[in-house]
């Protein structure tokens, strides 16, 4: 147990201490038209495992009166290969009612685990991966990977151009009966995957950012739109 915090701790110790060339993009999520929490992405480069990498982070947070109907407080991050955008770690801590996630991937064998049962497999992106691709108009490297990894549990996905700046994702479980590592995860990384929703992601292709997102899945509507700050 000790040798394990030691390996968590040593590898929040380079993140913090490597990281450099830092950019940053606020975003305003909106339920129903109503503002329910800011979204802060970070990303910079790092080093981990000997290898040039890219650190991903978004952190969400509920905002007014949301705090106090499902108040939600979410850190997910992602360190990819520079080279390649191979998954070398993910960590997650989420709040909300009733579920708290916190989980790390270690690197066993040459292998990015879940506490050595399931792996982020090397032909495995992860959604915070692809959103980063994507941004980046790496439509072509998104097509060489096969799945989405979401904590352990495998989803086809389809990427569909509507325009040069505007996508639909489409995604589907590979196993139902696979819950992955996590049983009950956070209320975000549920909904992103439930079946039969609509993901539209729409990028500002001349400042390689995320623009805006929405989520629908029947009457209900996520929106995730950067702003100004």
């Not at 956070?186 to 539209?200: E, G, Q, R, V, Y």
Request: net charge positive; charged share 25%; proline share 1%.
């Amino acid at each position: 147990m000790e040798i394990k915090l030691y390996k968590y701790y040593f590898i929040f110790l380079v993140i913090n201490t490597i990281c450099f060339g830092e950019e940053v993009n606020f975003y305003k999520i909106k339920f129903f038209g109503i503002h329910a929490a800011t979204c802060i992405q970070t990303m910079s480069d790092t080093t981990l495992y000997e290898n040039d990498c890219m650190i991903i982070e978004y952190k969400v947070e509920t905002t007014g009166l949301f705090n106090y109907l499902f108040k939600i407080t979410n850190k997910y991050t992602t360190i990819i290969k520079k080279n390649n955008y191979e998954t070398l770690y993910f960590h997650k801590d989420t709040v909300q009612p009733k579920v708290k996630n916190n989980i790390s991937t270690e690197l066993l064998n040459n292998n990015v685990k879940y506490s050595n049962i399931y792996n982020i497999n090397k032909d495995d992106l992860t959604i915070f991966s692809l959103l980063y691709l994507l941004s980046k108009d790496k439509i072509d490297t998104i097509k060489s990977y096969n799945t989405i990894d979401r904590e352990g549990k495998k989803y086809n996905f389809h990427l569909n151009q509507i325009n040069n700046n505007q996508y639909i994702l489409l995604t589907s479980e590979l196993d139902e009966d696979k819950k992955g590592y996590l049983e009950h995860t956070d209320i975000f990384s549920w909904a992103l995957f439930l079946p039969n929703t609509k993901k539209i992601i729409y990028i500002d292709s001349k400042n390689h950012m995320i623009d805006k997102c929405v989520f629908k899945k029947g009457i209900l509507t996520f929106s995730a739109e950067r702003i100004a700050q």
